[in-house]
């Protein structure tokens, strides 16, 4: 199975401040189809996993775009430019490129 | 509405069986191949099993294969997943999502499973 490890798995984050949240692959998430098929999700207290990012870089419709993905082949980081308040819970990056999908540990994003 | 809603989740011994459904509303879903992922406390989250829009083609985590069965009518939009012999280490919150090409873009609430003696 393809391990994708989050680091850090705690980011004590400041208001207004920038975050970053890496996420590296046990091999490579290119698609056959061309793709590299790598979403982030952000998941509130009590609430279901939300869809950020997908295929590396594509801001899905209604999320800030203070929010930004980036990387390619095995290494992906998802960057939230200003921190705010309602940007508190758990972020997951997936890859959708071989079954298993499989899912990083999630880190933790709280506030200082 | 763009929804999924999960139900069937329930207290149930090891060894037992239970049923969980998702209902699909609010686009078309006989376009759309779907999945079942589940988040066990402590170890994160898991993909389960997914299905083809016809249904013919499925397939399976290697911790169920051979226990659990997905399935779905689209003639009422949902999908179902059959388990049988449960595991205490099956507990958690189990989510249908809807796959948009190798991504989740709609997920369910979720429904909570807990196997317990």
């Known amino acids: 199975d393809v391990v994708l490890t989050q680091s850090p798995l705690s980011l004590p984050v400041t208001l207004g401040q920038p975050a970053s949240i890496s996420c590296r692959s046990s091999?490579?998430?290119?698609?056959?189809?061309?793709?590299?098929?790598l979403n982030w999700f952000q998941q509130r207290p009590g609430q279901s996993p939300r869809r950020l990012i997908s295929r590396v870089s594509n801001r899905d419709s209604g999320v800030p775009d203070r929010f930004s993905g980036s990387g390619s082949g095995t290494d992906f980081t998802l960057k939230i430019s200003r921190v705010e308040a309602e940007d508190v819970g758990v972020y997951y990056c997936?890859?959708?490129?071989?079954?298993?999908?499989?899912f990083g540990q999630g880190t933790k994003v709280e506030m200082k | 509405e763009v929804q999924l809603v999960e139900s069937g989740g329930d207290l149930v011994q090891p060894g037992g069986s239970l049923r969980l459904s998702c209902a699909a509303s609010g686009f078309t879903f006989r376009n759309y191949w779907m999945h079942w992922v589940r988040q066990v406390p402590g170890k994160g989250l898991e993909c389960v099993s997914y299905i083809s829009v016809d249904g013919r083609t499925t397939n399976y985590a290697g911790s169920v294969k051979g226990r659990f069965t997905v399935s779905r009518d689209n003639a009422k939009n949902t999908i179902y997943l059959q388990m049988n012999s449960l595991r205490v280490e099956d507990t958690g919150v189990y989510y249908c999502a809807r796959d948009d090409h190798g991504h989740y873009d709609l997920w369910g609430q979720g429904t909570l499973v807990t196997v317990s003696s």
């Open positions: 997936m890859q959708g490129t071989q079954w298993p999908w499989t």
């Open positions: 091999q490579s998430l290119l698609h056959s189809d061309g793709d590299t098929h």
